[in-house]
């Protein structure tokens, strides 16, 4: 999915944090090892995502990947650079209402300023479409 031009001043700043913060592998405490920033535009604005990545620090235990917060697919899916409810208002708009993508791409720019490409629509409609599919 094609990356959308957040205005930094703008975005509303969230920090996520690992609710669990035992190492899978050996339950030790895991340790902040760093940050992962992340840009989403949802209909309210653009948000920026700091998401606290956690680490063992435990030689023996073996897991040395790196854990993410939990909530941060409660507002969008990896690599997307939307949130859920923009997701779910594109979807509506060409499955319920049948509007064609220009007629989406021109409703989000000029209702809530979120400048999108056709093609980035397509891909996010294709995808509401295999969720729907899945649910049924």
Not at 46 to 62: A, H, N, T, Y
Not at 113 to 129: L, P, R, T, V
Request: aromatic share 8%; charged share 30%; net charge neutral.
């Amino acid at each position: 999915m094609s990356r959308l031009f957040v205005e930094e001043s703008t975005a509303r700043e969230l920090t996520l944090d690992r609710e669990e913060r035992a190492c899978p592998g050996c339950g030790t405490k895991m340790h902040v090892r760093c940050q992962r920033q992340r840009n989403i535009v949802t209909l309210e604005g653009p948000v920026r995502l700091s998401v606290k990545l956690l680490q063992c620090r435990e030689d023996l235990c073996g897991r040395k990947k790196l854990h993410g917060s939990e909530q941060e697919a409660s507002f969008a899916m990896p690599r997307w650079g939307i949130g859920w409810d923009v997701f779910c208002w594109i979807g509506q708009r060409r499955f319920l209402r049948h509007w064609s993508v220009p007629q989406i791409r021109t409703e989000l720019n000029e209702s809530y300023d979120i400048q999108i490409s056709d093609d980035a629509i397509e891909d996010y409609i294709d995808s509401y479409q295999n969720m729907v599919a899945a649910r049924h």
